[in-house]
């Protein structure tokens, strides 16, 4: 796999009656992710726990009216994620994003 640290988001956009997240990285690569894949994926504790014992395990068919109400950056490394059920503690980190396959 290519080393995906240099790599930066030069657009995001909802797209798909807003159900995927569209990254376009300044290498050319285009990320399309669905929200409730996002949502699903979140790496948050309190959704992956601190051991592998403690995840939730959640899936993408938990999630079939999720919808993503908010994005802020954090730093130059990572995006904060909120989403329609309130859930906002997932700081997606652009190594993640950029190395979850596409789902849309």
């Known amino acids: ?20 997240l569209q990254i376009g990285w300044d290498d050319g690569h285009l990320s399309r992710h669905q929200i409730n894949v996002l949502r699903a994926e979140c790496p948050c504790a309190s959704c992956r ?6 995840s939730l395990n959640l899936q993408p068919e938990q999630f ?8 802020a950056p954090v ?11 309130a859930h906002s503690t997932g700081i997606y980190t652009l190594k993640f994003l950029r190395e979850l396959p596409n789902s849309a």
Do not use: C
């Not at 640290?5 to 909802?14: D, G």
């Not at 726990?49 to 403690?54: D, F, K, L, T």
């Not at 730093?75 to 059920?85: E, H, K, Q």
């Open 64 to 71: 079939t009216d999720i919808k993503l109400t908010d994005l």
């Open 75 to 85: 730093g130059r490394y990572a995006y904060n994620l909120v989403f329609s059920d």
């Open 1 to 20: 796999m290519n080393d995906f640290t240099e790599a930066f988001p030069e657009s995001l956009e909802l797209t798909d009656n807003d159900t995927v």
């Open 49 to 54: 726990g601190h051991h592998p014992s403690q």
